[in-house]
């Protein structure tokens, strides 16, 4: 899941009664699963919400860039190489496709990325740890990019049709992405040496519970989550996602022939589901509020690269105009 | 012409793909904007699978148990036989951008000549390659054009990144002994016409922008096709090798 604790703005869900007939009607279309498109009315908390969501979606695909491009110029083959360069090519892609569904809201690109640059927009926590090994870009593309997938499968759906039909497209890159993580992984299980196979263990150790922390607060301490669920912007409660993805993901493990660093992790036959601990909720506010280890250096190189790389676009937009002028003459 | 004769050609076609590349890489993230960030490591992603065939090739001829990875990730710089134009440090995007387009223009004359070799495996490598490489060449011809005639500041920054890197294109426009003993078998691009279609492509994109044209790049102690390299290189694969080297036994 690439977006946390996405703010509503609003306090209270109304009840249909509470509504003026333009907010019934469009709450009406939403319960009918009839996608809502930019030119229809929508509530205006409906519209900042969606911006504030598919925003922090699309700025967790550029931040999320850099911790590969910490591994990038390191992968150990040609064969790795291709598939890391095309993953973040890949993610590149989303970041701008879900800028436009963004701008579709009447959202302007610059001045969100600006909020990024400010620290006052968010990007997901889990792009706040550092890579440390060539098995964390395995570690990554498996549980990060896995993670999110639980959560994009189901924005699938989301009402907000842009953002639906961005989510339909992202969602088969991100499983081809997950698949190639984990193959990188097996690989280096399977046919890796013993200093592989501690690389392995050591970056799940390290990325397993931020993963988890990427469905966002449990949900008694989820604040916005009724409203955006009643909008069918949410389609599902945070805990649910988590759990799916716990449920999915402790198999894979055993697969690899690693373990998980949580000691109450184990099947419950009664639920039907793995019971897991408790998650550091502190480590993940602190993240959040822009205290993790690496947040710093992520919204320094992000602006570092916007503000350095600001003559060029100046001058292609001087030379285009210069051409137009030139064609008019 | 022995195929083995074709070994050094095939590795300057695929170490300088390769060097490229990585330079690209280390793009990522740092890119002037989004649609950059895509258009480089897309570039790059190119230039890297153009160079795995190019070093699978030579692999085979070479036939002394080293792979295309092996040639890439463990051959020390002396061994390198790429361009020394694309292991130059990126420097600012005006840097960049010049090296790409010098580099294109290059390239894209080669792969027209070699489209037509008389070995087929190499002319269908250069047939795939130089569909990307075209599209490679009209992109940063477009950006030398807008960062020559844009603001100001950009074209000083271009005026700047010329004469940075010009000394180092005296080796695309001229040849090896052995390169020119391929191209009269047909097989390699004939040097002397890819630095002359080189020089046409140079001069027409400079001069719709009244960029100078800087004079002949003169006779370079270096030689990037004797692995003779600047010393850029070696830090550059030592990154780049990092992990097979530390990892001797490993499969990755």
Known sequence: MYAQLVETGVKRVKSLDEMSPEERNFQEKIDAEIKIEAKNWMPEAYRQTLIRQISQHAHSEIVGMLPEGNWVTRAPSLKRKLQLMAKIQDEAGHGLYLYSAMETLGADRDEEVAKLHSGKAKYSSIFNYPTLSWADMGAVGWLVDG????????????????????????????SFHQRQGYELLLTMMREGTQAQKDMVQDAINRLWWPALMMFGPSDEHSPNSAQSMAWKIKRQTNDELRQRFIDQTVPQLELLGCTAPDPDLKWNAERGHYDFGEIQWDEFYEVIKGNGPCNQERVATRRKAIEDGAWVREAAVAYARKQQNKNAA | MHKHDLIPYLLLLGDSALIQGQRLCE?????????????????????????????????????????????????????????????????DFAVTMTKQFLYDAWHQAVLQGLVESSDERIAGIAAKALKEVTYHLRRSAEWVQRLGGGTDESRRRMLEAIPAVWRFTVELSAGSDNEVQLAQAGIAAAPAAVGAAWLKQVSATFESVELPLPKAASHFYLNGRQGLHTEHLGLLLAEMQFLPRAYPDATW
């Not at chain 1, 499968?153 to 969602?171: D, E, H, K, N, W």
């Not at chain 2, 258009?39 to 190119?46: F, Y």
């Open chain 1, 147 to 174: 993670a999110a997938i639980v959560n994009q499968v189901v924005l699938q759906r989301t009402s907000y049709g842009p953002y639906s039909r961005a989510m339909i497209r992202i969602c088969k890159e991100e």
């Open chain 2, 27 to 91: 793009w990522c993230g740092h890119a002037p904007a989004l649609e950059e960030e895509l258009a480089l490591m897309n570039v790059g992603l190119d230039l890297v699978g153009q160079a795995r065939n190019w070093l699978e090739y030579a692999a085979e001829l070479l036939d002394d148990g080293r792979d295309a990875d092996v040639l890439a990730f463990r051959r020390d710089e002396r061994a390198f036989r790429n361009l020394l134009l694309v292991e130059q440090p990126n420097g």
